[in-house]
């Protein structure tokens, strides 16, 4: 008996010793890390990945796995959010996300965003079959008849009570702010803008501002607010709007006391800002074709900005000389336009805001997942430092959407949504496109042209 007590245990400590540490469904290895936190690069590192989660960070990883990707000389980030788009053909667009490595969205409202269409675009993102990013949503617009979006982007498909909620009296909020909270939202979406362009209308009252706060406090939602100018940042500051969507319209001056003043009261909330560039910039395309880097872009859309309408035209040279006068220009360059706009958002990433990459998508010439990488690389022409800026399209992003424990920087514990990329982001931002694989939920995704 003792004999075989001892055989019994050799066999054991036999079979230990063979044993893989360690199992993974796919791991990278040796790849220079940028974890999305805004900390230094890490050389030479291997990503243990198991049922869709990173399980292991470590300079080398011993186990079996399924997949192994070789990282060499390549360099992982965190999947990027686009936090603020629309789609009115998700199926065709949730691919194109996927493509250019944006793994998580943001959609806020739009003139089919029912319920349904919601639940339809939440179902599509949770599965692995089809490129689909993740999707976070915000309750329908809560707007007023004739007002923004709906005067702005004329359709039948903005029906009250279904895609938009037109408030008539502050009573009104208290139900539709219970109705839309049995649903699986980020926060309620406000527009209090008088319209992003002539003829204006009237704002938003501001008791109408101060009650859809309150009454989503109830139940532990933040408000989503769309400004477009000073004033209406003023108004959303004054009524408690928590985060905003947009960036395009407001001018920060810093040597403005009393708007510093407004700032800082508003800083003190901890709100996330979404800088929305872009929707400046794809409203100029049709005059400034040559702001048009298509090297990496898709046939179909260097085809868009190749045939274009006289009255297309026409309205970009409108839009050209409203911004020219707002920020008093005397040239339409892409720096004279934007790089003022950049400015402010360097001096609020400076003063502790905590800035999100957003692009308005789902406008003409607003391309899903490319354009994310034309706002980044506005933010470096202004500036702002790649490290900062990827932190702005990874973790800032995942914790306004309050899904910091699971996405938004490469850490074990969290999903494995990465981007490998065949040159380094932090020498130039424009490198987010040199993309070699695309992992959503730890699955290597199909993209487009593969």
Known sequence: MKYSIYFVVIILLFGCKQKPSNEFDLVISNVNLIDGMGNPIQEGVSIGIKEGKIVAIDTSLVGTEAIRIEGSGKFLIPGLFDCHVHTTDFERDFPRFIHYGVTSIFITGGSLCTNDYYHAMRRQ??????????????????????????????????????????????????????????????????????????????????????????????????????????????MAI???????????????????????????????RN???????????????????????????????????????????????????????????????????????????????????????????????????????????????????????????TLNAAKMMKAQDSLGSIEVGKIANLILLDKNPLESIRNTLEINKVIKNGVVQKRLME
């Open 238 to 268: 004054n009524g408690g709007i928590q985060n905003l969507v947009h960036f395009t319209g407001i001018n920060i001056n810093p040597q403005d006391s009393i708007q510093l003043q407004l700032l800082q009261r508003f800083r003190k």
């Open 125 to 234: 993102g949770n599965q692995d079959t089809v490129a689909a990013p993740f999707v976070f949503h915000t309750s329908q617009h809560f707007t007023m008849e004739g007002r923004h979006p709906s005067k702005t982007y004329k359709s039948s498909n903005w029906r009250d009570g279904k895609s938009i909620f037109y408030l008539k009296d502050t009573i009104q909020i208290e139900r539709l702010v219970h109705e839309v909270s049995q649903y699986p939202i980020v926060g309620i979406k406000l527009t209090i803008e008088d319209g992003p362009a002539p003829p204006f209308v009237e704002r938003m009252p501001q008791s109408f501002i101060n009650k859809t706060v309150k009454e989503a406090s109830k139940y532990g939602f933040e408000v989503f607010a769309h400004v477009s100018d000073n004033t209406e940042l003023e």
């Open 271 to 393: 709100p996330y800002w979404v800088t929305t560039l872009m929707i400046d910039k794809s409203f100029l395309y049709p005059i400034h074709p040559e702001w048009f880097r298509s090297e990496s872009m898709l046939s179909e859309y260097r085809n868009m900005v190749n045939e274009l309408s006289p009255e297309v035209v026409e309205r970009a040279k409108i839009y050209v000389n409203i911004l020219m006068e707002e920020y008093g220009l005397n040239e339409s360059s892409l720096e004279a336009l934007l790089l003022p706009q950049v400015e402010d958002i360097r001096f609020l990433y400076g003063e502790g805001f905590n800035m999100v990459l957003g692009t308005d998508t789902g406008n003409d010439f607003n391309f899903p997942g490319y354009s994310l990488h034309e706002e980044m690389q506005l933010l470096e022409i202004g500036g702002m430092e790649p490290l900062d800026i990827i932190k702005m399209g």
